[in-house]
């Protein structure tokens, strides 16, 4: 089993920063792809920023140049750093992974964290 566990939202004025994090634990041996997804209310789950286990990055179009993913591969964490905040990056944030649990199967699992919220007042 894997866990996601994910920290570092909150309520923060526009213009203003944050830094998520998301470490996962558990029977991993190893981690592919990790990314950062959003939900507000109302509306479907959105991918903000996604990183692989090389270290390309890819980022929705409405946080470029404002939001950085980052990853410590030796602690199976990924970061989200989020700067110049808009009350638009309002929402639940959710951390994503693929997982490979087995040594002998070359198998990815997704798994989710329970999310984070983060609210941003104009």
């Known amino acids: 089993q894997v866990q996601l566990v994910e920290s570092g939202g909150g309520l923060v004025q526009a213009g203003g920063s944050l830094r998520l994090s998301c470490a996962a634990s558990?029977?991993?041996?190893?981690?592919?792809?990790m990314g950062w997804y959003r939900q507000a209310p109302g509306k479907q789950r959105e991918l903000v920023a996604h990183i692989t286990s090389g270290g390309t990055t890819n980022y929705a179009d409405s946080v470029k140049g404002r939001f950085t993913i980052s990853r410590d591969i030796a602690k199976n964490t990924v970061y989200l750093q989020m700067n110049s905040l808009e009350p638009e990056d309002t929402a639940v944030y959710y951390c994503?992974?693929?997982?490979?649990?087995?040594?002998?199967?070359?198998?990815?699992?997704?798994?989710w964290g329970q999310g984070t919220q983060v609210t941003v007042s104009s």
């Open positions: 994503n992974a693929g997982v490979r649990t087995s040594v002998a199967r070359i198998v990815i699992n997704y798994y």
């Open positions: 558990g029977s991993i041996f190893s981690i592919n792809a």
